[in-house]
């Protein structure tokens, strides 16, 4: 993806008062900042990346190498909109990555052990698309979401059988929409599910190993995952962080492979499925290091 359809891809999120805010840090004239930025989205990945739009957005006093500060994040941040603070947390992750051999890996549920794979995610974020599509994984779970599940055609349409809404974050059931999903809107499930995988493992890595899934709901989520079923036994016993990262990667190249048009940014989806595992590592440093210092609320953890 080029560097003019990369920063039209940050002005389709950006608000005005982001664009303001942007020009503001990075000492710009603001009077007309949003319509001048909208007809030079090329500016906007640069700024993004501003070391004075980071601390405009997480704080003044925030470091490089101690998290920011929850109060003048919270004071900031209500300037930005979710978009922008995550596109900066995923910038700032690329600056600091720079400078590191390692970045810590869970192990376990409260357990950090180090993994010499720095060089590699760097390399992922040396990819303005992909920076682009972490900020917009990120912004697209700032709301609660939530699926219609429409009741069978052949049950009467009792209040019990006329539907029901189910969490976007409930991979299982999710799954199971596959069947009801249209042909031609079967990529953009696919896509969903992965984005969702992506995200509880990058995220809420630790929600995941500990609501690791049962052998039928592995089983379940395999089948959607187009997964032959000889491989099913030993995927099904792997660990639940390795299990997640095969189903995200194997429902993004479905998405790829059943897309009607293949479009640039789709191609992106197609290049995170081969590298899953560093995308995940990634939103791992910058969950640890942006999103929950010293207990930061932006996200909460998902219900069981």
């Not at 539907?163 to 596959?178: K, P, T, Y």
């Not at 989806?269 to 899953?276: D, N």
Request: aromatic share 8%; proline share 9%.
């Amino acid at each position: 993806m080029d560097g003019a359809l990369v920063g039209s891809g940050y002005a389709d999120h950006l608000t005005d008062a982001d664009l303001g805010l942007l020009a503001k840090a990075a000492d710009q004239p603001t009077a007309q900042a949003a319509p001048w930025l909208r007809a030079h989205p090329e500016q906007l990945p640069g700024l993004v990346g501003d070391p004075r739009v980071f601390q405009a957005v997480f704080g003044a006093s925030a470091g490089v190498t101690q998290p920011p500060r929850p109060a003048g994040a919270y004071a900031m941040a209500s300037l930005a909109s979710p978009f922008l603070i995550f596109a900066v947390a995923v910038h700032r992750a690329g600056t600091e990555l720079a400078t590191m051999d390692h970045v810590p890996e869970r192990s376990g549920r409260r357990q950090r052990v180090p993994l010499f794979d720095a060089p590699e995610l760097r390399d992922f974020l040396g990819s303005a698309a992909r920076r682009l599509f972490l900020a917009e994984l990120l912004a697209s779970f700032t709301r609660s979401a939530a699926q219609y599940r429409p009741a069978p055609r052949t049950q009467p349409q009792s209040r019990s059988a006329r539907g029901r809404r189910i969490s976007e974050l409930d991979l299982v059931r999710m799954a199971g929409l596959l069947d009801t999903v249209p042909e031609a809107e079967r990529a953009g499930a696919y896509r969903r599910l992965g984005d969702v995988a992506l995200f509880l493992t990058g995220v809420f890595p630790d929600y995941a190993v500990t609501h690791a899934l049962g052998p039928v709901s592995a089983a379940r989520l395999l089948r959607a995952a187009q997964v032959p079923p000889r491989q099913h036994d030993q995927l099904a016993e792997a660990p639940a962080i390795d299990l997640f990262e095969h189903l995200g990667a194997q429902w993004y190249r479905a998405a790829w492979g059943l897309a009607p048009a293949r479009t640039a940014r789709l191609a992106v989806v197609a290049e995170v499925a081969e590298r899953f595992r560093q995308a995940r590592r990634v939103l791992n440093h910058i969950a640890d290091r942006f999103l929950f210092p010293q207990g930061n609320p932006w996200f909460a953890p998902p219900a069981r």
